[in-house]
């Protein structure tokens, strides 16, 4: 093999985790795979892999040489597809905000795969602050404000949110009509997993906004347990209204304060600043926000939204 050969048999085997699996696909034998990469580590003169029986994990060294071997063959790729004409293909590796990505993400991806079948999706589902670069991430999907960084931050949507609970919690604590009336009531509280404070409720009204702190009986850092807690009617919560339209449509959950919403939040696909941005990465971008935009029109479109 020469170079760029072993350069992606060996990006393949840390994809894929396993040497006979990485043999699958490239469709060589297995022992030839071993080989190579023997020859590969005695050459860098490091460790590359980690073996055990279950699973193959790249060391640190390995984790370094497989980004410098990804960026390479990106790069070659790109070239070549440039004069070529040939579809984008490839990995894409995305982190994003999971209830998004079931909601605007995933219906739509049959489509995307039957426009570019030459592409895989490794989907990685997290709410913590993701460093893109050290963790070789092509780009991720991000819900609220962000944070300053040399990120790159395309913004796809601005999703309306609302105050809501059930109404059997109204029932017990009563339907607060405005924000002074939230003495007495409980929220689910939604734990930051970086710094592990409870956002409080946020009001607005047009022209300021104001931050509320409510006791909360249960807090979470996840969004599906979140919605889960405000269904049981635990307690008082602040959701995009796309998370609980039907249940709105069913009256299992009641908007309160509809004077003083929440300030709307903005939805953001995010990626590493570089002079030229990978054909694949660049139609997933494209693609993704024309899913956010069809989608957000649909549902303003559709009776009672």
């Not at 699958?24 to 990469?37: A, C, K, N, Y």
């Not at 060294?61 to 490839?90: H, M, Q």
């Not at 109404?167 to 939604?190: K, N």
């Amino acid at each position: 093999m020469d170079r760029l050969d072993v350069m992606r048999l060996f990006t393949r085997i840390v994809e894929r985790r396993s040497f006979t699996v990485a043999a699958q696909d490239l469709e060589v034998p297995r022992s030839t795979v071993t080989t190579v990469i023997k020859e590969l580590e005695s050459r860098l003169g490091v460790r590359l892999l980690q073996r055990t029986t279950r699973v193959v994990k790249p060391t640190l060294d390995g984790e370094a040489y497989y980004r410098r071997c990804v960026a390479i063959l990106d790069d070659i790729e790109d070239a070549e597809g440039a004069f070529s004409g040939a579809l984008p293909k490839g990995l894409l590796r995305i982190e994003v905000q999971g209830t998004l990505a079931r909601h605007f993400i995933l219906p739509g991806l049959p489509e995307f795969f039957a426009k570019y079948p030459d592409i895989e999706l490794a989907m990685s589902e997290s709410d913590r602050w993701v460093d893109l670069v050290q963790e070789g991430v092509d780009c991720a999907l991000r819900y609220g404000r962000l944070r300053d960084s040399d990120l790159v931050a395309r913004q796809v949507a601005v999703l309306e949110r609302l105050t809501c609970a059930t109404p059997a919690y109204l029932e017990r604590y009563g339907t607060p009509s405005g924000i002074d009336d939230l003495e007495g009531h409980r929220v689910v509280g939604l734990r930051s997993l970086t710094t592990g404070s409870i956002t409080p409720l946020e009001f607005g009204d047009g022209t300021e906004e104001r931050t509320v702190t409510v006791p909360a009986t249960l807090s979470v850092t996840g969004t599906e347990s979140y919605l889960a807690g405000i269904r049981l009617g635990i307690g008082l919560a602040q959701v995009p209204r796309f998370h609980v339209e039907e249940d709105l449509r069913r009256g299992t959950l009641v908007q309160v304060i509809k004077d003083h919403p929440p300030p709307s939040v903005p939805v953001s696909l995010i990626y590493p600043r570089s002079r030229q941005l990978s054909p694949r990465v660049r139609v997933f971008l494209d693609w993704a926000a024309s899913e956010f935009a069809r989608k957000n029109a649909a549902r303003k479109a559709a009776p009672d939204a």
